[in-house]
């Protein structure tokens, strides 16, 4: 078994267990002494769980979200690789759907200072002072202001958005990997991120290398329904 499926399993069964005895993972495993000390490690080191007297227990809350402020400071410059990745998939003339998010936020501004002629849909409070420009046409769901997240939510916004066709949606995600499909914290943010990945031809998901292999709490889209842009593809 790959490093990677021995530590994601691992992970899997702390989430359902929140605690695990050495002897419970080596019998799940079925792997040498010296190699599940090292996967639990390695796990300690991305903060997916915390080394206890004789086990290990899951450190992270997959309901646990970060504030905007908090998200905009880190990965910086994977975040804005993505972003110009992004933008390429964007030709003339395209209605679009882009996401609340700090990538996103990054791709609205590359956005504003291109050439694109452009009908933009957004949940995103904050992306409209980056959509200024005259050749864009921009639209704002209306509903309820999640304030951690600059995010419009609820039926008000779902009603809205279900009316849209996209030739593209630009989608934020918590975590995402090819079994589990793309995750978010918010039961309420994933339905708005679900449906904006129905309502589109080609749906991306932009997220940095941290949030391969995470898990969150609600899935959002299978991984075949969407294509994801991160900085290493």
Do not use: W
Not at 62 to 79: D, G, P, R
Not at 169 to 179: K, W
């Amino acid at each position: 078994m790959l490093a990677k499926e021995r530590k994601r399993r691992i992970v899997d069964y702390l989430k359902l267990k929140r605690r695990a005895t050495i002897e419970e993972l080596l019998t799940l495993m079925d792997c040498s002494i010296s190699t599940l000390r090292r996967d639990l490690n390695e796990l300690e080191k991305e903060k997916s769980l915390r080394r206890v007297h004789g086990g290990a227990e899951l450190t992270q809350d997959l309901s646990e979200e970060l504030s905007i402020s908090e998200k905009t400071s880190k990965n910086i410059q994977e975040k804005e690789e993505i972003a110009q990745k992004a933008l390429s998939k964007i030709k003339d003339g395209d209605i679009i759907f882009l996401d609340a998010g700090t990538t996103t936020g990054i791709l609205a501004e590359l956005i504003n200072q291109s050439h694109l002629y452009l009908m933009i849909v957004t949940n995103s409070v904050s992306h409209l002072a980056k959509l200024t420009d005259d050749r864009l046409i921009v639209y704002l769901l209306g509903g309820r202001v999640k304030k951690l997240t600059d995010a419009i939510i609820g039926s008000q916004a779902l009603e809205q958005l279900s009316a849209y066709q996209f030739n593209s949606a630009f989608v934020g995600a918590n975590g995402f990997d090819n079994e589990h499909g793309a995750m978010t914290p918010d039961h309420e943010e994933a339905a708005i991120k679900g449906l904006a990945v129905k309502q589109s031809q080609n749906a991306f998901i932009l997220a940095d290398s941290s949030k391969l292999g995470q898990m969150s709490f609600v899935k959002f889209a299978n991984s075949e329904e969407v294509e994801l842009i991160t900085e290493n593809n």
